[in-house]
Structure formats: structure tokens, C-alpha cells
């Protein structure tokens, strides 16, 4: 489980026969879980200037894994006494999403995702969505996504200031859309507009 909090940007050493070697202050014990670019993964070996991560073909199949070239997000993973700065993450990516606009604005910069039309329903304005492992808030939903401002603070912590137009990002919705939308049968063409008109009847 994580925060959504970047605690460190790592450089990426190599990445090849599925192993991610990174270059990091951090130092983790052997089998620890590290939300790296907000995708939950093993350490399976220590180095004296970093760690190694294994990417199971589960995980390449559903990251953005080319973005695996200079530098990642990354986060350790949170102990009980961690305080929640963010939102509960738990490195679950359910889809890459595309980045379609960028709009600077006076006090931070509005970034617009595209996002598969299977997850739009886990989507809710001013609910929290984790874009490569940063905990944001959803500002707007648009036809075919999201709208995000990032804040100058963000811009300084993390790795949105080189994102550009057209680059992948990893998307995990709130867990909590997750579990009620299974509970109440989501399906594709049912809309949280739908689901609040059924819930006026009651």
C-alpha cells in the first residue's frame, strides 16, 4: 500500500531480460515493495548504488514500460504509522492513459489524459486518481478522460515538467471506485450520471 507521495526520483541504469536496475538513495531490504512510476514491484536484488525490480509479463503487458529510459518515480511502501499525505494507493495499474493537452495556467499547468473508455466509470470529479504513482485530484471529466492541475510544488517533486504531449502515463483509480463499482455490477454503458437517477428513486 502506498501514500500516491513520490519520495524519490530515480535513474534508470538498465532495464533488460525483464529486470529494472535503478540508481537510488533509498535503500530497501531484499523482497521489499516499491511503487516504481506507481506500479508495485519486488526488489529482487541490492547494489551498492541502488536496487533491482523483476517485471512479470502480467506487469509489461500493462505498463508504460518505455518510459524506463532516464528517470522513474518512486516510492517505498507505507507502514502503519505512515501518515496519509495522499490518498491509499495500492500500485495496481488498470491502464495507461494518453496525455492529449497541456495549458499552462497562472499558478500551474493543466494536464488532460485520455483514458480507455473501460475505466472512465472508476473516474469522479474531485475524486483521486494516481498518474504514475502521483496521487492528484480529477478536476474535470471530459468525453474520453480527465483533467488534472498540477501545482507548482508537484512540478518540483516529481517528473511532470518533462511529460509532453503524446507520452503514456500509468493510471490507477481510487480503490474504493474499484470495489463499488464491482459491487454494484458496473458495466460499460452504465454511467455514474445512470447510477445517481437510481439512487433518487430510493
Not at 524506463?68 to 504509522?81: C, D, G, S, W, Y
Not at 475524486?127 to 507548482?152: A, F, M, Q, Y
Request: aromatic share 6%.
Amino acid at each position: 500500500m502506498f501514500n500516491g507521495l513520490i519520495r524519490e526520483i530515480a535513474e534508470v541504469v538498465s532495464y533488460q531480460n525483464n529486470i529494472l536496475r535503478l540508481r537510488a538513495k533509498h535503500k530497501p531490504q531484499h523482497g521489499d515493495s516499491i511503487a516504481v512510476n506507481g506500479a508495485c514491484l519486488s526488489v529482487i536484488e541490492l547494489h551498492d548504488d541502488g536496487f533491482s525490480v523483476e517485471l512479470s509479463l502480467e506487469s509489461r503487458t500493462h505498463l508504460a514500460t518505455e518510459n524506463f529510459t532516464n528517470k522513474v518515480h518512486i516510492e517505498p511502501a507505507m507502514t502503519l504509522q505512515t501518515r496519509i499525505d495522499g490518498h491509499l494507493v495500492q500500485g495496481h495499474i488498470d491502464a495507461i492513459g494518453e496525455i492529449t493537452q497541456i495549458q499552462k495556467k497562472e499558478n500551474g499547468v493543466d494536464i488532460y489524459i485520455k483514458l480507455p473508455r473501460e475505466i472512465m466509470h472508476l473516474m469522479a470529479q474531485k475524486g483521486s486518481v494516481c498518474v504514475d504513482g502521483v496521487s492528484l485530484t480529477i478536476n474535470e471529466i471530459t468525453k474520453d478522460g480527465i483533467r488534472l492541475t498540477i501545482i507548482p510544488i508537484t512540478f518540483k517533486e516529481s517528473l511532470f515538467a518533462e511529460y509532453k504531449i503524446g507520452q503514456r502515463v500509468n493510471i490507477e483509480s481510487d480503490l474504493l471506485a474499484r470495489y463499488v463499482a464491482r459491487q454494484l455490477g458496473f458495466k460499460q454503458e452504465l454511467t455514474w450520471e445512470t447510477a445517481e437517477r437510481f439512487l433518487s428513486l430510493y
